[in-house]
């Protein structure tokens, strides 16, 4: 079965940082592009951030630019979302997708395969 599973999130003060995970399992990541999308309540999803199947392409939103990082370990078959100078605004659902093309795209529509999702939650 082909899944991805995001983990990571939690509650963090204004200012804190967190690292998402996305693993794979039932299938390699190594020629996807994948994506990190986010939805707030009341909100349209967001595309953030994606990385290129070698990790050499990269993209991210403005909202995010400049406090998060994306990046991959092949080997482990996971992504990371490195996020920093975190922001009340940031808070949402934000979850990973994995796209064949292996076109790095913030648009959620080319992308196959979906995560379930974790709650990020900024606060104080």
């Known amino acids: 079965q082909l899944q991805l599973v995001e983990s990571g999130g939690g509650l963090v003060q204004p200012g804190g940082s967190l690292r998402l995970s996305c693993a794979a399992s039932g299938f390699t990541l190594d020629r996807y592009a994948i994506g990190w999308f986010r939805q707030a309540p009341g909100k349209e999803r967001e595309g953030i951030s994606c990385?290129?199947?070698?990790?050499?392409?990269?993209n991210y939103a403005d909202s995010v630019k400049g406090r998060f990082t994306i990046s991959r370990d092949n080997a482990k078959n996971t992504v990371y979302l490195q996020m920093n100078s975190l922001k009340p605004e940031d808070t949402a659902k934000y979850s990973c997708?994995?796209?064949?093309?292996?076109?790095?795209?913030?648009?959620?529509?080319?992308?196959?395969?979906w995560g379930q999702g974790t709650q990020v939650a900024v606060s104080s």
């Open positions: 990385i290129g199947p070698r990790g050499s392409s990269t």
């Open positions: 997708a994995a796209q064949l093309t292996g076109v790095c795209v913030l648009a959620g529509g080319p992308y196959n395969y």
